[in-house]
């Protein structure tokens, strides 16, 4: 089993002091020599240029691997109905990536997107449109909690997104494709969720989350997107180092961080 792990987006100013260590080094390049994947949020905002995406490209290394969040376009404002143009328009822009650098495609439905017969057939046509790619879909309303999501979903072995939110049944790990799953830690804070800072319980309880969908899929994504002061690094590279898989490159950057931890916090886990 492969974990991929990384974090929502790369491109944080506040991020300089704690994870990169000054102004003047390049973001990206510096990013993939820590990680081994990213999740790109920005381009639910607007589509990147494919020169853009050449240029991600050249910054990492050649196992590197670029999840993207699908436009809000497609998801949120035509709500899956009649995207097939901008679907394939999102694709050609990916060109410089597929397949040797792409990871997953996430499609995040918006709250007001409620289990219905309309909204299953619009899931469903938009799930026909997939090629032979890696694809994830995250909900945001409880009503897709059921057995005819769970089966659509096989069907084209598209991956149910598990998430650490406080949308609870999202949380549970439900496992829908076969080749791939797909993991994000939102945070669970009261205002904003991604302003957390993940306890060293809280992510040994998802040390044991992942080690059940090791057991079904053999490739496993996960971003952290609790990107405030860092933590989302920080949280990603301290899970690293509870599972075992965290590198010496990687366990210098950590105690970079934690050196600028409070004490309380760097006992936290030891």
């Not at 920005?42 to 910054?59: C, E, L, N, T």
């Not at 650098?101 to 289990?115: I, W």
């Not at 809280?202 to 899929?217: N, P, R």
Request: charged residues 25%; positive net charge.
């Amino acid at each position: 089993m492969t974990l991929l792990l990384g974090t929502c987006g790369w491109s944080y100013q506040e991020w300089t002091g704690l994870f990169y260590p000054d102004n003047r080094v390049a973001k990206l390049p510096f990013y993939g020599k820590v990680f081994d994947t990213v999740e790109v949020d920005s381009s639910f905002y607007k589509i990147p240029s494919k020169q853009m995406v050449r240029g991600w490209a050249r910054s990492v290394g050649d196992s590197f691997k670029f999840s993207l969040k699908m436009p809000k376009t497609i998801t949120h404002e035509k709500r899956l109905a009649g995207v097939k143009k901008d679907f394939e328009l999102f694709l050609d822009v990916l060109d410089p990536i597929i397949p040797a650098k792409l990871g997953c495609l996430l499609a995040q439905l918006p709250p007001s997107f409620v289990f219905g017969p309309e909204e299953m057939r619009r899931l469903e046509e938009f799930f026909s449109l997939f090629p032979k790619l890696q694809f994830a879909v995250e909900f945001r309303h409880d009503s897709w909690n059921r057995q005819e999501t769970w089966s659509l979903l096989k069907k084209y072995n598209v991956a149910n997104t598990i998430t650490d939110s406080p949308i609870e049944f999202l949380c549970r790990p439900i496992i829908t494709a076969t080749t791939h799953s797909f993991i994000r830690w939102h945070g669970r804070g009261n205002q904003i969720w991604y302003d957390y800072d993940y306890s060293s319980k809280e992510l040994s309880d998802w040390q044991e989350k992942i080690k059940m969908v090791e057991t079904k899929v053999p490739l496993v994504y996960g971003y952290f997107n609790n990107h405030y002061k860092a933590r989302a690094p920080t949280n990603a590279l301290q899970f690293l180092q509870k599972t075992g898989k965290i590198t010496e490159k990687q366990k210098q950057i950590l105690q970079k961080i934690e050196k600028k931890c409070t004490p309380s916090k760097i006992t936290d886990f030891i």
